[in-house]
């Protein structure tokens, strides 16, 4: 069973407060409803909400780095203005990316975002939170004394080599990735989306030698 809309009440709407102090909840149903014993969520507001947290919400940035000076522009603030940006989005299983389209990007707005598979957005993830003494993709082998670089492709760990140096480790990771995203942007049927992969490929191995 899928999330219905059920008008919201004068004391639902009175109770609102702004999400995180930012956020507001326009919307004239209510986002969070019961059907049959079982609660479920707009899916317009879960993902508003997420975008939300992982901007304004301090303990979610202390933890991911990557997002301590992001912010969403003000027509997103707004809950109505983002699910009317969501409607005419192919979003079903797929997350919303901010960093794609435009490199570095710390802005969540209708002209830098856009949604793409899991598979995508996991192979883009920097991993800070996990990533260790090491640049990503690169561990010491304490047995053979080596570097070994290794790249998660579709959640399964793949051997790119082992190397006498933590840079020649993380340059080979690098090239083996930047290859696998342009792989993946090749077999894309959206435009858009094929470009700004290619452009993530050959921006990530403009630094290797």
Same mark, same amino acid.
């Given at each position: 069973?899928?999330?219905?809309?059920?008008?919201?009440? *004068?004391?639902?709407?009175?109770?609102?407060?702004?999400?995180?102090?930012?956020?507001?909840?326009?919307?004239?149903?209510?986002?969070?409803?019961?059907?049959?014993?079982?609660?479920? *969520?707009?899916?317009? &507001?879960?993902?508003?909400?997420?975008?939300? *947290?992982?901007?304004?919400?301090?303990?979610?940035?202390?933890?991911?780095?990557?997002?301590? #000076?992001?912010?969403?522009?003000?027509?997103?603030?707004?809950?109505?203005?983002?699910?009317?940006?969501? #409607? &005419?989005?192919?979003?079903?299983?797929?997350?919303?990316?901010?960093?794609?389209?435009?490199?570095?990007?710390?802005?969540?707005?209708?002209?830098?975002?856009?949604?793409?598979?899991?598979?995508?957005?996991?192979?883009?993830?920097?991993?800070?939170?996990?990533?260790?003494?090491?640049?990503?993709?690169? &561990?010491?082998?304490?047995?053979?004394?080596?570097?070994?670089?290794?790249?998660?492709?579709?959640?399964?760990?793949?051997?790119?080599?082992?190397?006498? *140096?933590?840079?020649?480790?993380?340059? #080979?990771?690098?090239?083996?990735?930047?290859?696998?995203?342009?792989?993946?942007?090749?077999?894309?049927?959206?435009?858009?989306?094929?470009?700004?992969?290619?452009?993530?490929?050959?921006?990530?191995?403009?630094?290797?030698?």
């Amino acid at each position: 069973m899928r999330f219905v809309e059920k008008k919201a009440t *004068t004391h639902s709407l009175k109770m609102r407060k702004p999400l995180h102090g930012v956020g507001t909840n326009d919307a004239d149903y209510m986002v969070k409803v019961k059907i049959e014993g079982k609660g479920y *969520t707009c899916p317009y &507001y879960r993902t508003w909400q997420n975008m939300i *947290t992982r901007c304004y919400y301090k303990p979610y940035a202390e933890e991911r780095p990557t997002y301590e #000076e992001a912010k969403v522009c003000n027509d997103w603030l707004l809950f109505s203005n983002f699910k009317g940006w969501m #409607e &005419y989005q192919d979003w079903e299983n797929k997350a919303l990316d901010k960093d794609i389209l435009v490199l570095n990007n710390k802005i969540y707005s209708a002209k830098t975002c856009l949604f793409v598979s899991q598979k995508i957005n996991s192979l883009l993830n920097k991993h800070e939170k996990s990533r260790g003494d090491y640049p990503q993709g690169v &561990y010491y082998n304490k047995d053979i004394k080596k570097f070994h670089a290794q790249c998660s492709v579709d959640g399964k760990k793949k051997h790119v080599g082992f190397f006498d *140096t933590v840079s020649r480790a993380e340059d #080979e990771y690098i090239k083996f990735k930047a290859n696998v995203i342009k792989q993946i942007a090749l077999l894309q049927t959206d435009k858009i989306l094929k470009l700004a992969l290619l452009n993530q490929a050959k921006c990530l191995v403009g630094g290797v030698s």
